[in-house]
C-alpha cells in the first residue's frame, strides 16, 4: 500500500471532487474531518458525516475505501428518501 502524505487542503479537494456534481463540503477541526454532501439544486444536505479521524486516511486504499463508504451512505440516505416520499 502507498502510504498518503497528502495535505489537509489535498484531501479536502478530493473527498470534495469524488461527489460532483453535488456540493460536497469537507471540514478539518483538529484530527477530525467533517462531510457535508448538498444537493445544489435543492440546497438539501444529502449527507453529513462527522468525526471521520484523519489518521484513519493513511494510505491511498483508505482514502478510497472512506470516499466508497460515503458514497454508499448517499446512495441508501437518497434511496430511502425517496421512498419515504412516495408512501
Do not use: K, Q, Y
Not at 12 to 32: H, Q, W
Not at 50 to 59: E, P, V
Not at 62 to 69: G, K, M, Q, R, Y
Amino acid at each position: 500500500m502507498i502510504a498518503c502524505t497528502l495535505s489537509n487542503l489535498e484531501l479536502r479537494s478530493i473527498i470534495e471532487s469524488a461527489f460532483l456534481p453535488m456540493r460536497c463540503n469537507c471540514t478539518v477541526l483538529d484530527d477530525t474531518m467533517t462531510v457535508e454532501v448538498i444537493d445544489p439544486t435543492t440546497e438539501h444536505v444529502e449527507l453529513l458525516v462527522s468525526g471521520i479521524a484523519l489518521d484513519r486516511l493513511d494510505t491511498s486504499r483508505a482514502l478510497c475505501e472512506l470516499i466508497s463508504e460515503l458514497h454508499a451512505e448517499l446512495h441508501n440516505s437518497r434511496h430511502i428518501h425517496r421512498h419515504a416520499l412516495a408512501s
